[in-house]
């Protein structure tokens, strides 16, 4: 896995942490990685994701609300809020190919969440691209 693929798995974990426990972005990324060794870029990059991100969480939720017809934010699971909060906010920074931000985001997806999740990530995610 890629540093910067590590790096978005380790933002969407402390993103999830963070909501869950209520406690601050820069604990539950800290919870994460330590006992862990990554290289410094990607402790780096998962840093800013993750704070830029939980930052504009209320703005990254509204987004998900717009496009997610019929499914009220209460209803779409930690994770995959998470999944989707991150992808949004990458594909808003356009320093990455959409199609990249949208595969690594499906894939977090099927790893954390399911299949179905996946496919209502990709849903979310291309609306969100294609408008």
Request: aromatic residues 6%.
């Amino acid at each position: 896995m890629g540093k910067r693929s590590t790096s978005r798995r380790l933002a969407m974990q402390a993103l999830y942490h963070a909501e869950l426990s209520g406690s601050t972005i820069e604990e539950a990324l800290k919870n994460i990685i330590e006992n862990e060794h990554f290289i410094d870029q990607t402790i780096e990059f998962a840093k800013d994701l993750s704070k830029s991100c939980w930052d504009r969480r209320e703005e990254m939720d509204k987004i998900i609300q717009e496009l997610a017809i019929d499914w009220p934010l209460d209803r779409i699971g930690k994770v995959d809020r998470s999944i989707l909060r991150l992808a949004l906010y990458e594909l808003e920074l356009k320093e990455t190919p959409d199609s990249v931000v949208i595969n690594e985001a499906v894939e977090l997806a099927k790893k954390y969440s399911s299949e179905e999740a996946a496919r209502f990530v990709n849903g979310i995610l291309g609306a969100f691209v294609r408008r």
